[in-house]
């Protein structure tokens, strides 16, 4: 079964540019998080949804952030204008709400901003 | 005061030894909980969720205290390849809303 899919898996780009990561969750979970990792701050939760619509996005570091799930399938997180502090992992999880179901993560997309 | 607590470590274990470490939680509303493990530059991998009455999977045990709001974790004969950060998390909401600790580091040796 395919599990988290996170795209691009490596992005190195210049300040000031406009990022985007994309995320396709596991087909019938109704539950999507967004996180980031760095070595000083751990593993931070940014956003999620269910079924599509944002339940709390408290997480979220500035306005530069933003995250939208156009559907079931696909979820985007957008940063801009990037900047140097913004380089982590960041990383998608998803999961089906009821019977305490865990979250499963994707690999992950490691962000260097320059 | 964290949501959810663990000795960072780093654990030291020998091979072929047992290890146990636990965490601490604060919402005592909280009703799952999990293990996942995180090697170093991967994702975090659900290892094993956690029951009232204590569950095994394989070498691994875990249980919990809900009383005083703890959870504890527990590797039997260790093996190299179970070096890795050891996640506590709580859900935290009907959402599915998780909660991570920072991770306990254990490093078995040769």
């Known amino acids: 079964d395919a599990g988290v899919i996170q795209s691009p898996r490596h992005e190195v780009t210049e300040m000031g540019q406009e990022v985007t990561l994309r995320c396709k969750p596991i087909s019938g979970h109704n539950s999507l998080f967004w996180y980031r990792q760095t070595m000083m701050r751990g593993l931070e939760l940014l956003i999620y949804f269910n079924n599509n619509v944002p339940i709390d996005d408290s997480g979220m570091p500035e306005d530069r952030f933003s995250a939208k799930m156009p559907n079931a399938s696909f979820s985007t997180l957008k940063i801009q204008p990037s900047e140097p502090r913004d380089s982590a992992v960041y990383f998608c999880?998803?999961?089906?709400?009821?019977?305490?179901?865990?979250?499963?993560f994707g690999d992950g997309t490691r962000l260097s901003i320059l | 005061r964290k949501e959810v607590e663990q000795d960072p470590g780093p654990f030291n274990v020998p091979e072929g030894a047992t290890v146990a470490f636990n965490c601490t939680y604060s919402n005592s509303a909280s009703q799952s909980f999990f293990w996942y493990r995180q090697d170093c530059r991967k994702e975090p991998k659900l290892l094993m969720s956690v029951y009232s009455s204590g569950n095994e999977d394989g070498r691994f045990t875990a249980q919990l205290n809900r009383a005083s709001q703890y959870i504890s974790l527990l590797i039997r004969d260790s093996k190299l390849s179970d070096s890795a950060t050891y996640l506590c998390v709580v859900m935290a909401d009907s959402w599915g809303k998780l909660q991570f600790g920072a991770g306990t580091q254990v490093v078995v040796t040769p």
């Open positions: 999880a998803s999961s089906l709400i009821g019977g305490n179901q865990p979250q499963h």
